[in-house]
């Protein structure tokens, strides 16, 4: 773990961290807390269905163009010009929600103030990865993206634990209109962050010079659409295990599993990371998404420990894909506009998920459990084909002329040391 100790003696990790926690909470707090004032001021979870996915299918398409935008200021104030305008749409948007519940508003302006949330939603995740790429440079590269991916883990396993705790004891609306005013702060914390802390690369381990940035790679398309299978195979998951946990009698169970699945992931994306073995992206990826979409089937053959097993190690699975997503995005895209191309597949990873729910509820609501998990399995399959397909971006272990791969440079050392062997033969003959 000493890459994580290096990258946290970074000055304002921390404030990092923080303002990661506000800039994101309210968009994973506000998918329980929408649903639920919907479906309490109309009675229809289909409308209240409808609101949530409006803002999803709204932030897919915004999101890239956001992260474009305020990427293209001219300068530091006009950047965080563009962000203030985009955290102040969220927040309206959030407020709108309380102000059409509050007034008895016709329904559908809940799907319009939704389609409005994802609008607006200030690309601050992407923007706070950005940046970690631009200060853990060569080595640490990899394990600031695990670092990256086990904390959004994190906030999306207590995002929903602390709303659904305050929903507890409070209202949708007074949840929503504190999630209104944390979005401001949240863009207040990255603000600051970036005033008073400028980005410069951590102190590497010393060693051999690291290998030059690679320029823009081909474009990640399939790169994309495995992020989103896996995205699509993971909620395709999470509706099935609660259908084969009530299926079995355990109706509690369900959100057990889903859990193992989340923390498996948060380890996997953390060891990853800590690791100091050269990888092969491609075949990482290709390896974790197989194996992610055979252990999802796993539990319709044993009962709930052996589901348990699977959903732990199909979690971590899970979180090295993660890692290796976004370490793969930044190589395809080099050093130019890294927060366009972060936002980029996170909308593709948004965009699978919006259409896994929509794919696992019809499966389990027609087919059942077994076939809800095979569909997950096999979303997860067909992400591993488009990963394999995907050109693979790593520098040559063995430097040489451009074009040539690390095999390439195996040969071309192995060529040498051969013929370096037969000239001593000879000359000792």
Not at 50 to 64: K, Q, W
Not at 249 to 256: D, Q, R, S, W
Request: proline share 6%.
């Amino acid at each position: 773990m000493t890459a994580y100790r290096r990258l946290m003696s970074v000055r304002g990790a921390w404030m990092m961290l923080s303002a990661k926690a506000a800039g994101m909470i309210p968009g994973i707090g506000f998918v329980l807390a929408a649903t639920l004032l919907v479906r309490g001021r109309t009675g229809s979870y289909a409308l209240a269905g409808a609101s949530v996915a409006a803002a999803g299918f709204a932030c897919v398409l915004a999101g890239p163009l956001a992260a474009r935008w305020v990427t293209g200021a001219p300068g530091l104030a006009s950047r965080h010009r563009r962000l203030l305008a985009l955290a102040c749409g969220l927040a309206a948007s959030l407020s709108a929600f309380v102000a059409i519940s509050l007034a008895g508003a016709p329904g559908w302006l809940f799907v319009a103030a939704g389609a409005g949330v994802g609008l607006a939603d200030p690309p601050i995740g992407a923007l706070l990865r950005a940046r970690w790429s631009e200060i853990a440079a060569g080595e640490l590269a990899r394990a600031a993206h695990a670092w990256e991916s086990a904390t959004s883990e994190a906030l999306y396993v207590i995002g929903p634990a602390l709303a659904a705790g305050a929903l507890a004891v409070g209202a949708p609306e007074a949840l929503l209109g504190a999630y209104a005013i944390l979005a401001v702060a949240g863009w207040a914390r990255f603000c600051k962050v970036e005033r008073d802390h400028p980005a410069r690369p951590a102190a590497a381990r010393p060693g051999p010079p690291a290998a030059a940035p690679s320029a823009p790679g081909p474009g990640p398309g399939w790169l994309l659409a495995a992020v989103a299978g896996w995205s699509a195979a993971y909620d395709v998951a999470c509706l099935g295990l609660v259908s084969w946990a009530d299926s079995r009698g355990l109706p509690g169970a369900g959100g057990i599993l889903v859990a193992l699945l989340s923390a498996g992931g948060i380890a996997g994306g953390l060891l990853y990371g800590a690791s100091r073995r050269r990888r092969c992206l491609r075949r990482d990826l290709t390896a974790c998404l197989g194996a992610y979409g055979l252990l999802l089937a796993a539990p319709l053959a044993g009962g709930l420990a052996a589901a348990a097993a699977a959903c732990l190690a199909a979690g971590l699975a899970s979180g090295v894909v993660y890692s290796a997503a976004y370490v793969w995005a930044q190589q395809a895209r080099g050093s130019r506009r890294l927060g366009e191309a972060y936002a980029r597949t996170a909308a593709a990873m948004t965009l699978g998920a919006a259409a896994g729910a929509l794919a696992g509820g019809a499966l389990a609501a027609a087919a059942g459990p077994g076939w809800t998990l095979a569909g997950a399995g096999a979303c997860s399959l067909a992400a591993a084909l488009a990963a394999r397909r995907a050109p693979a971006l790593e520098p040559p272990r063995i430097p040489g002329p451009a074009g040539q791969g690390r095999c390439a440079g195996r040969r071309r050392f192995s060529r040498g040391r051969a013929t370096h062997l037969a000239e001593s033969r000879r000359s000792f003959a």
